[in-house]
Nanobody, 124 residues
Framework: QVQLVESGGGMVQAGGSLRLSCVVSGLSFSRRAMAWFRQAPGKEREEFVAVLTRNSIYTNYADSVKGRFTISRDNAKNTLYLQMDSLTPEDTAVYFC????????????????WGQGTQVTVSS
């Protein structure tokens, strides 16, 4: 059974930082590109945040988070991370990790396994 379990969310003031983790089991983690998406309040769909290939050579970030967020992974621990700095209220969302299957890295349809999400709330 494949499981992706996010943690590390919470409430923080604007300008603060959080580090999200996603522990993966039941999946060949080291063979998958992994990504973070988020769903803001009132939005129907998840928004691409960042992706990291299996060998950590290639990364891509949404324009809205470039320079503030850093995606990383530890294949020995089957864990994906998202370091979020200089947070703003616009970063408030439920954050999901996802395992890439096929296709464009920025499209949610390219991912076949998802976590349950962790809430991040940034107050002004």
């Amino acid at each position: 059974q494949v499981q992706l379990v996010e943690s590390g969310g919470g409430m923080v003031q604007a300008g603060g930082s959080l580090r999200l983790s996603c522990v993966v089991s039941g999946l060949s983690f080291s063979r998958r590109a992994m990504a973070w998406f988020r769903q803001a309040p009132g939005k129907e769909r998840e928004e691409f945040v960042a992706v990291l290939t299996r060998n950590s050579i290639y990364t891509n970030y949404a324009d809205s988070v470039k320079g503030r967020f850093t995606i990383s992974r530890d294949n020995a621990k089957n864990t994906l991370y998202l370091q979020m700095d200089s947070l703003t209220p616009e970063d408030t969302a439920v954050y999901f990790c996802a395992a890439h299957y096929s296709g464009s890295y920025s499209l949610r349809g390219s991912y076949d396994f998802w976590g349950q999400g962790t809430q991040v709330t940034v107050s002004s």
